[in-house]
């Protein structure tokens, strides 16, 4: 009997309902969605390319070397050139910030100053690069260069 007393005092819990969300893409799956579509829908004579030096795990010896040969941190993902304009694509997951500047401390215990997207974007844009536009989806990334005047190809987003 104390058995069936305590299988009746005990509550049934419901499961909680799943909640269907967009996924999240991570930023260099947005970058190669980018290229993609800059490659079937950018016309001559503008010209692109990607800037990938965030996206890859280097050994300590191959960033140092990247470093020593000019290789700057928090540029824009993607550059565009047209009509004597540079236009600057960074890719960000929605509600991702833009990187901060910050000291960080390397494997030999160094301290060592990293500059982020947020100092070094309103310099570009000083010097005159367009943007940097900062995208969330290809389809912005398109609309900012058709809002620069980049040609392309017509397009439209397939429902």
Known sequence: MQGVQAMTATAIRTPAYYRLTEELR?????????????????????????????HLKLTGQQAARLTRIGL????PDHLVLYAGKLIG???????????????????????????????VFPRLAGQGMRGPYVCETVEQALEALEAEGVPMVRWRIAA
């Open 26 to 54: 991570a930023e260099k799956d947005l970058q190669a969605d980018g290229h993609a579509a800059f490659s079937r829908l950018i016309r001559p004579p503008a010209e692109f390319t990607a800037f990938p030096a965030g």
């Open 89 to 119: 694509i960074e890719w960000k997951k929605p509600g991702e910030a833009l990187s901060r500047s910050r000291w960080v401390r390397t494997k030999s215990g160094k301290s060592r100053w990293v500059e982020g997207q947020r100092e």
């Open 72 to 75: 700057r941190r928090s540029w």
